[in-house]
């Protein structure tokens, strides 16, 4: 998606889904990981509108 000009992030990864991948040996370190849908917009500098 980079060379499109688009950033990826993957939002609330369940621990299970997590341990599932790492049995795989899926390698998820060059995926921008957040928790919540807040913590993305504040990692794309995005300001919260009250």
């Known amino acids: ?3 499109l000009g688009m950033k990826t ?3 609330g990864l369940r621990p299970e889904f997590a ?3 790492v049995n795989l040996g899926v390698d ?3 995926l921008n990981t957040v928790a919540n849908v ?3 917009l504040e990692s794309l500098a995005v300001k919260k509108v009250v």
Do not use: D, H
């Open 1 to 3: 998606m980079a060379l």
């Open 9 to 11: 992030i993957l939002i």
């Open 19 to 21: 341990r599932i991948a």
């Open 28 to 30: 998820l370190s060059s």
């Open 38 to 40: 807040q913590k993305a």
